[in-house]
């Protein structure tokens, strides 16, 4: 499966569309052992119900995945392979460290103060 959605290597990332009451299997490929679901209309069971606007990630492991459409659904779907170190998170974006995060937040920080006193925002 090819998607035309663009997505560096050892991530898979597909934009999905079912009509109501159709069912879809996704079967990771080899190594892929995170999965996230994330509806952008319609209803979704997975087996667990999700809706537009709501994000899943599924349990850490490489088994196939169904989905069915309780109406017609349009959602995104990714998996890839698990990140070697911990994943540290912030409001703006992930790093791998407390330090890392720290300063890309304040790199961020320090472009929006200069945005603004631009009058760009």
């Known amino acids: 499966m090819k ?3 663009g997505s ?3 991530i898979t990332y597909l934009d999905v569309s079912l009509r109501a009451g159709e069912r879809w ?3 990771p490929p080899a190594g892929h052992t995170v999965l996230w679901n994330g509806p952008h209309a319609g209803h979704l069971a997975t087996p667990e119900q999700v809706t537009a606007g709501e994000l899943i990630v599924f349990e850490e492991g490489n088994k196939p995945a169904e989905f069915e459409a309780i109406i017609d659904t349009g959602f995104v779907l ?3 392979v698990k990140h070697l170190h911990d994943l540290v998170t912030g409001y703006y974006s992930v790093h791998t460290n407390p330090a890392a995060l720290r300063e890309g937040e304040n790199n961020i920080a320090t472009i929006g ?3 603004h006193n631009q009058g760009a925002i």
């Open 3 to 5: 998607s035309i959605v």
């Open 8 to 10: 560096p290597d050892g």
């Open 25 to 27: 299997i996704y079967t």
């Open 78 to 80: 990714g998996s890839a």
């Open 113 to 115: 103060r200069r945005l």
